[in-house]
């Protein structure tokens, strides 16, 4: 499902509701198939009272994975190239995020053309969790 050259331009964007009203369950089954059971995602008692914080928290590395479904349903995860994040702020128990990729670029390389995105993660609040940047092989 790579997307050709002449199906995306420069200034295009994607948008994309990734999770409405985050279950705390999502976030302890993320745990399991990550083997992650750092105690601030996945008992309350101690992020709480230990930590400081107001609930457990999701993994970065799951509104990681949640922000890269814009990418694949655009472009399909077999163009993707590169792909990195930059945490900026927790996901809690009850958000909604909705994520954002905007062609920045395309460029000719020896392999191909190359389309670059940057991404946009935001809460129901418009506060960012997630940007980042990706890049995609694309079709000619």
């Known amino acids: 499902m790579t997307v050709s050259v002449a199906d995306i331009k420069v200034g295009e964007s994607r948008e994309r509701v990734l999770v409405d009203d985050l279950k705390r369950t999502r976030i302890v089954q993320y745990a399991g198939a990550s083997g992650d059971f750092n105690p601030l ?7 709480v009272e230990a930590a400081g ?25 077999e163009a993707l190239l590169r792909y990195g994040v930059r945490f900026k702020a927790q996901v809690w128990p009850g958000d909604t995020l909705t994520a954002t990729a905007t062609v920045e670029s395309i460029e000719d390389t020896p392999s191909g053309r190359v389309a670059h995105f940057s991404l946009r993660t935001v809460n129901q609040d418009g506060a960012e969790v997630v940007t980042g940047t990706a890049a995609a092989r694309l079709e000619p």
């Open 53 to 77: 914080y107001p609930a457990v928290f999701a993994h970065g590395m799951l509104t990681m994975g949640m922000t890269g479904r814009v990418l694949t349903d655009w472009v399909g995860p």
């Open 41 to 47: 995602h996945t008992d309350e008692r101690f992020a």
